[in-house]
């Protein structure tokens, strides 16, 4: 390259560096937008505080532990960060000035992929692993990749830079941006293996460590000849066409004989000779002979078909080995059923050993099977009867975890028993000897019994007595322990152990229920009807049980009242039930009924007897009365206004006066009475009525729909001075906004809520005058009273002291007011107050009734900003402005320059021409 070619690349690469200095490879934008000075940017695990400076020439980022100041127009890297100031940005509306910031981020990505040419293999064949590292995003550094795989796989021939350590396969070094690093190597499994693998990969991208991980990857290494055993007890037969290897070995009895099945088969495509096929048996299992294995099945036509596997030959090397040698061909088998008889307790295995040869490879496979040889043990059982029953249903007791039998009993004391316990001998291959039974326990002494022997699967009972449990005061349990040591027919000597929770409960007593359809409480010539009952909590049944009711002689009974029967144990029995009639009295009378239950006990050579007294209040018959409320209720009813009000009271009685009649006119907050509180009616004659009128209205003192009136009561008298009230009907009123030219009178009692025992508390009575009119009013709370005069629309307050000096809670009562104005008397309520009493601790504070919260409105504070004028800010981007416009226009003139140089150097070399030796 000439010197000129040279200087023109140099020119026009510096060009090109100066015009896209801001263009930087393998970066992704992380953000691009407008951000106010003292806010942050979160990208990932970080995040960018941008604070702007008052100038508005420059910005610092703050990113923990990274730190950076950026000019405007500029752009400063941050690790794997790069941050750009572009310009700034004014809002006028929100007078606030904004950041033009850019992010980039420069982030390497590596994958890792793992390919295999073969995963279905025999053990000793090879296969060829292909490890593939490819870079993205960046340069990256630090990378780690592992591989790892068990000692049983040989590693060899490996390719392209990887090592292999302890069967270990592993890499390490950095990769740029679309760098591919591939490694090889080859693999050969050396025994049975059934495994999956995942390659790891490790790189560090700036800020963390990356893990990588590879698909996972399968390898099956089948062995040459598959070995499969299993146990099966005697008598074992298959149900079906198939044999399944992998469940799990049961229990073999003592005695027992028992079948080992062994199947061998060459998985290989060529003949292979077997040098030795060992089975090796544990000293507690005797070979007796090889044996076969029946399969039962339904054939295609429906019926029951079978099959048998017999067993190939073997021979017996010694008492506890058994040998075959010889060749398999290829995909062939050899199945071996042994017969074994388990001749001592515990833990067994036994060992099956082959040993081949084929591809200038030897093998020996071990392969273990293990199985427990038991001894079966006593069953102990114990049944429970109700012996005061001739045919019952013994409850048993098993503690056996193979049945669903409880090993614990309720019954009931001082009440017979019979107990029995039963022993089975559940080894059907061993009878057992010289076997002693025990029982422990406090309900009684029992003997130890002894016996010879007990035959295979052969049962005793060793105990059937009858016991009384005796009386507690409470549930108490009695263990039962029942303990038989024996010897099995091998000399084995073993010990069972059960334990039986016996739950004595107290002789509970019978509960007797009397009912009555309409309370204890009737009146005169009131019908009800009576129901008797008797709850039986004990454990047992009672027969031949006496209930009787013995009913005073002024009652009319229609129905039986008492009878004999049978008391169910823990049931509630309903015995009878009959109508009862109480008499006609004059005044309120008590009555008792006695209710007798009784029987005989035999356990106890008596009678019992229980007692339930029920006690009847009879009340004199009410007369019956009514007491009708009628308002003259104009179209519309304004507040203030006069309503007219009539009561008639009615003698619904036929032949009964009633007599010294009170009626109580309503007094409420809503309206006023005008008029008297009560009044007084000497007596009513049989079907008499009295209508109380014209003297007696009720003003309305609030607006609404439907306000309820509260009830006028009456009182009143039969001729016998007993005293019964009775209410009027409800009525409501609508009642329309409007001015009260009258009084208004409202009271309101306003009482700590709490208030300390002993101790003065204030309360404040509030008389308010919602009217137009002043009035004298008279209030009466309790048992005090005040006179004060309330002018129109003002509140006058009384105030007075109380004390308790015993805690608990108080109600101050409702006030009653007279209200007097123009020479019209009205009467109207207010509302009391709620006190609670206790005794405080020195300094308590009393609580007072709240006013009605407001809530309060928090006012949010934010923090003041540095801020500048519009001109200072105008200036400021002129400045910038200024700078922008110098750099670019600099930009532009060197490449005019360089632009002009190039074309004087190629004007330059057109215009010369060849040297010409012979010019003329």
Not at 627 to 648: C, Q
Not at 785 to 792: F, G, I, P
Not at 793 to 820: F, K, L, M, Q, W
Not at 847 to 865: F, Q, T
Request: charged share 30%; net charge negative; hydrophobic share 35%.
């Amino acid at each position: 390259m000439t010197e000129k070619k040279r200087l023109m690349l140099f020119i026009v690469s510096l060009l090109a560096l100066t015009m896209f200095s801001s263009v930087v490879l393998s970066e992704t934008e992380e953000f691009n937008g407008e951000i106010l000075s003292g806010e942050s940017i979160d990208i990932d695990d970080f995040t960018f505080i941008i604070t702007m400076n008052k100038y508005a020439n420059a910005i610092f980022i703050d990113a923990d532990p990274m730190f950076q100041t950026v000019q405007l127009y500029g752009c400063k890297d941050m690790e794997s960060f790069r941050i750009c100031f572009e310009n700034t940005t004014y809002d006028e509306e929100e007078n606030e000035l904004y950041a033009i910031v850019q992010i980039y981020r420069s982030k390497p990505e590596v994958s890792i992929t793992r390919t295999i040419n073969e995963t279905d293999l025999l053990v000793g064949q090879e296969a060829e692993v292909t490890i593939t590292m490819e870079a993205t995003g960046g340069h990256a550094s630090q990378i780690i990749m592992t591989d790892d795989y068990p000692v049983s796989i040989e590693i060899y021939d490996l390719e392209g830079g990887c090592r292999v350590h302890e069967n270990q396969v592993y890499w390490q070094g950095h990769l740029d941006e679309g760098d591919e690093r591939e490694c090889r190597f080859i693999i050969k499994g050396t025994e049975e293996l059934h495994q999956s693998f995942t390659a790891h990969l490790k790189y560090w991208d700036g800020f963390k460590w990356v893990n990588e991980y590879s698909s996972t990857l399968t390898l099956d290494f089948e062995s040459v000849i598959s070995v499969y055993s299993a146990i099966v007890r005697e008598d074992y037969e298959v149900d079906g066409t198939t044999f399944d290897f992998d469940e799990e070995n049961p229990d073999v009895d003592i005695g027992e004989t028992f079948r080992l099945i062994v199947n061998i088969t060459n998985e290989y495509g060529d003949d292979i000779d077997v040098s030795a096929f060992d089975i090796n048996l544990p000293v507690d299992s005797i070979y007796q002979s090889v044996s076969h294995l029946r399969f039962n099945y339904i054939n295609s036509s429906g019926n029951r078909s079978s099959f048998v596997w017999s067993s190939d030959r073997i021979s017996k090397v010694s008492n506890n080995v058994l040998r075959w040698k010889g060749t398999i061909g290829n995909f062939s088998s050899k199945l071996f059923i042994v017969k074994l008889k388990a001749v001592k307790s515990g833990s067994q295995s036994i060992l099956v050993q082959t040993k081949y040869e084929y591809d200038d490879m030897a093998f020996q496979d071990n392969q273990y099977e293990d199985f427990i040889i038991r001894d079966a043990g006593i069953g102990i059982r114990l049944t429970v009867d109700d012996e005061s029953k001739r045919f019952s249903s013994p409850v048993r007791l098993d503690d056996d975890e193979d049945t669903d039998e409880e090993d614990n009993i309720d019954i009931e004391a001082l009440h017979p028993y019979r107990f029995r316990i039963y022993t089975q001998n559940k080894n059907k291959y061993s009878a057992l000897e010289d076997v002693d039974v025990t029982v422990i326990t406090d309900l009684a002494g029992f003997k130890k019994v002894h016996y010879d022997e007990i035959a295979k699967e052969g049962q005793k009972i060793p105990y059937s007595v009858v016991l009384i449990p005796p009386q507690v005061g409470s549930n108490k349990e009695f263990p039962l322990n029942v303990s038989v040591t024996y010897k099995n027919d091998f000399g084995e000597r073993y010990m069972n152990y059960s334990e039986f929770k016996i739950n004595v409960q107290p002789n509970e007593d019978l509960s007797i229920g009397w009912d009555s359809s309409e309370g204890e409480v009737l009146e005169g010539g009131e019908e009800t009807e009576v129901t008797v009952s008797v709850d039986n909590q004990r454990l047992v049944d009672i027969k031949e049980v006496q209930v009787t009711d013995t009913i005073p002689s002024e009652f009319h009974i229609e129905g039986v009242h008492a009878k004999k029967v049978k008391l169910n144990k823990e049931t509630d029995t309903d015995i009878y039930r009959y109508r009862l009639i109480p008499p006609i009295v004059h005044e309120k009378t008590r009555y008792e009924i006695v209710t007798n239950v009784s029987f005989f006990d035999p356990d106890l050579k008596q009678t019992i007897t229980y007692i339930e007294v029920t006690e009847i209040t009879v009340e004199p018959l009410k007369p019956d009365i009514s007491v009708d409320l009628t308002i003259d209720e104009p179209d519309d009813v304004y507040m203030g206004m006069a309503v007219p009000v009539e009561v008639t009271v009615g003698n619904d009685e036929e032949l009964e006066i009633v007599r010294d009649i009170t009626v109580f006119f309503p007094l409420q907050e809503e309206f006023d009475l005008v008029g008297p509180k009560t009044f007084f009616i000497d007596k009513l004659d049989p079907g008499e009525e009295v209508t109380i009128k014209n003297i007696l209205k009720i003003r309305p003192k609030v607006a609404g729909d439907a306000i309820k009136l509260n009830n006028t009561v009456v009182e009143y008298y039969d001729n016998y001075g007993n005293r019964f009230d009775e209410n009027s009907t409800e009525e409501t009123m609508d009642v329309i906004q409007g001015r009260v030219n009258a009084p208004s009178i409202f009271m309101r009692t306003i009482a700590p809520q709490t208030l300390n025992k002993s101790t003065d508390g204030k309360v404040m009575l509030e008389v308010k005058n919602n009217g137009t009119i002043a009035a004298d009013v008279t209030v009466e709370q309790g048992d005090q009273a005040w006179d004060v005069t309330v002018d129109a629309g003002s509140t006058s307050v009384i105030e007075y002291v109380v004390r308790y000096d015993t805690e608990g809670n108080y109600s101050i009562p409702d006030p009653v007011a007279t209200v007097r104005a123009q020479g019209i008397e009205a009467h109207t309520k207010g509302s009391g107050a709620d006190v609670k009493v206790t005794l405080m601790l020195p300094g308590a504070v009393e609580e007072v009734e709240e006013a009605e919260a407001v809530e309060a409105v928090k006012e949010e504070v934010i923090p003041e900003k540095e801020e500048m004028s519009f001109e200072e800010y105008e200036s400021l981007k002129g400045v910038t402005d200024k700078a922008a416009l110098i750099r670019y226009g600099l930009i532009a003139v060197i490449a005019i320059v360089v632009l002009v140089i190039i074309a004087f150097i190629i004007n330059n070399q057109r215009k010369k021409g060849p040297t010409v030796p012979f010019a003329e």
